[in-house]
């Protein structure tokens, strides 16, 4: 449902274009230094501002309603809200005939008999990853003496950033989008991390990334490659203080080696494009065109790197 985890267990409501949303994040020890500026530099990094990236703009100013006293936090649970301040419902109005190609606009409707809410794409807008930013800065001071590391390195399927913003400008003047690949690095996992079988660190992070809009594939270490491999190659010698390698991402049979994690995630397209796609018309009952109006990223992939470092926090605190 809409919350994950067992003993750090995390909560996120609300919908994009609703007045609030925010997280209930149950499990957080007692002691922990947290005022509303510990959140300002990883919102910063998940905001728009780039070029491909929306031109929605919200203050995003975390709001803490329990669970923090002077300044640390009680071990009570901790709610955070953000307002949503700069909205245009209008722009969605068209999906109500014509659900985008893509998106959740029609499955939601169909599965909660249209009594969701379709505004900004309702709970399965990328906006509901802000409060999962918030749990991951605070996950982050859990786990404290852990290092995490995520970053774009692909980009349309172009590896050379020097060549992402002429790709974007190209795409963006088409009316079109683009995907990418996160990889993100945690360093300084202990060794014993994961609960196999079901729960094995592998298992986890990927429930935990496939939960964050528009993901399409997860892999570990040497990843998909590893196929092509001989045990030889793929394999992770020992050394006296640890693997000499990492092709297996720094987890052995679903629990952390104490080598790094390494994982990268594939960001899909983005849905809204205004680029004119043929699709139906549930209301004249025929196929039409479809031109999305309103303020979608020409590449969302752009602001998912945070958003992977705090899912990947998120499961970490958990196993702690």
């Known amino acids: ?53 929306t031109p929605r703009k919200e203050s995003d100013e975390p709001q803490i309603l329990s669970g923090v006293f002077d300044g640390h936090t009680t071990g009570a649970p901790l709610a955070i809200v953000f307002k949503n301040e700069n909205t245009r419902s209008g722009d969605y109005a068209q999906f109500d005939e014509m659900p985008r190609p893509g998106h959740a606009d029609y499955v939601a409707s169909v599965k909660w008999d249209w009594a969701n809410d379709p505004r900004g794409g309702g709970h399965f807008s990328g906006r509901l990853t802000l409060p999962v930013v918030a749990a991951g800065v605070v996950a982050k001071k859990v786990l404290d003496g852990m290092d ?11 590896a050379d950033p020097d060549g992402w913003p002429e790709l974007l400008a190209r795409t963006a003047s088409e009316g079109d989008s683009l995907g990418g690949i ?9 060794i014993g991390l994961g609960e196999p079988f079901w729960d094995s660190l592998e298992s986890l992070l990927s429930h935990a990334m496939f939960s964050i809009p528009g993901i399409r594939g997860i892999e570990f270490g040497d990843g ?61 009952e025929r196929m039409d065109t479809l031109e999305i109006k ?13 958003i992977v470092e705090a899912m990947a926090a998120i499961v970490l605190a958990d196993l702690v």
Do not use: W
Not at 148 to 158: M, N, P
Not at 182 to 190: A, D, I, L, Q, Y
């Open 1 to 53: 449902m809409n919350s994950f985890g067992r003993i750090f267990r995390v909560s996120i409501f609300g919908e994009s274009h609703g007045p609030q949303i925010g997280v209930v994040i149950d499990g957080v020890p007692e002691g922990i230094e947290l005022t509303e500026k510990d959140f300002a530099g990883d919102i910063a990094r998940r905001a728009p501002g780039a070029a491909g990236t």
């Open 148 to 158: 995490f590391s995520a970053s774009l390195v692909e980009l349309g399927g172009c």
């Open 182 to 190: 996160v990889e993100c690095t945690v360093s300084n996992v202990p």
């Open 224 to 284: 998909f490659r590893a196929a092509a491999l001989k045990g030889s190659e793929h394999n992770d010698p020992f050394g006296p203080e640890g693997p000499l390698k990492n092709g297996c991402g720094g987890i052995n049979g679903g629990i952390s080696n104490g080598a790094p994690l390494v994982f990268r995630i594939a960001v899909k397209p983005t849905a809204s494009i205004s680029r004119p796609q043929q699709t139906y018309n549930f209301k004249t």
């Open 294 to 306: 309103g303020r979608h990223d020409v590449c969302f992939a752009q602001r998912v790197p945070v």
